[in-house]
């Protein structure tokens, strides 16, 4: 995992298999097809660095041959936040590894100033849970951290939300991090800045439309 010194909650995953696939979604004549699963599989993958820390407990199991005591996940039920649209774009992948996961929604839409407007929000109770918040693009962050302001209002502590996106912006984590400086941030890819319609540069684009095929 790579880190970024100007952001201390910044972790970026380069393994080879997540920048490989990375690279075929940022091509612009990838399919919608190929897109949406390259998403799910990067999902898969970087679920799987996102939960590395989460705690182990151990238990009594019975196997054909004797009976030891085997570590199994025994903390805060996780919680998968997709902001909507695209974050449902990278909710399939954790579902799969965390098959008892709650999920809620955050629907925002960005105004003429690019500003979260907040149309939808649908949660289970917070007590003991940890929240993963998934959208592929942290581009101003201001959705995203709308978003976490959503949660910490219904009495979610700072350490137990992690954000989770695809590609950032350096402008969006730097936001992002100012807002929450207790988040943990996760991308597959930190980028080189934003352009003046708030686009992640170089990016792969709108995601919200190359995952389900709309203009
Ligand atoms: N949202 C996207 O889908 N793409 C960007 O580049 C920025 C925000």
Do not use: W
């Not at 880190?3 to 399919?31: C, E, G, N, W």
């Not at 990278?90 to 965390?98: G, Q, R, S, Y």
């Not at 917070?126 to 201001?142: H, Q, S, Y």
């Amino acid at each position: 995992m790579q880190t970024d010194y100007r952001f201390p909650r910044l972790h970026i995953v380069d393994h080879p298999l997540v920048q490989h696939k990375l690279s075929l979604m940022r091509a612009k004549d990838t399919s919608t097809r190929d897109f949406r699963e390259l998403l799910q599989e990067i999902a898969l993958l970087m679920g799987y660095e996102l939960t590395r820390d989460f705690p182990i407990s151990y238990e009594p199991v019975e196997t054909p041959l004797t009976t030891f005591s085997a570590p199994v996940m025994k903390g805060k039920k996780a919680v998968i936040v997709p902001v909507l649209r695209a974050g449902l774009g990278m909710t399939d992948a954790l579902l799969m590894l965390m098959p008892s996961a709650r999920v809620g929604h955050i629907g925002l839409y960005r105004d003429e100033n690019k500003q979260p407007v907040e149309y939808l929000v649908r949660l289970p109770d917070v007590v003991d849970r940890t929240f993963i918040v998934v959208d592929p693009m942290l581009a101003t962050g201001n959705s995203a951290a709308h978003a976490v302001d959503v949660l910490k209002k219904r009495g979610v502590e700072g350490e137990n939300i992690r954000f989770m996106a695809l590609v950032a912006a350096p402008e969006g984590v730097a936001h992002l991090q100012e807002c929450h400086p207790d988040l943990e941030i996760f991308v597959a890819a930190l980028d080189d800045h934003l352009d003046e319609n708030a686009y992640i540069v170089p990016g792969l684009g709108d995601a919200g439309d190359r995952i389900f095929g709309t203009k």
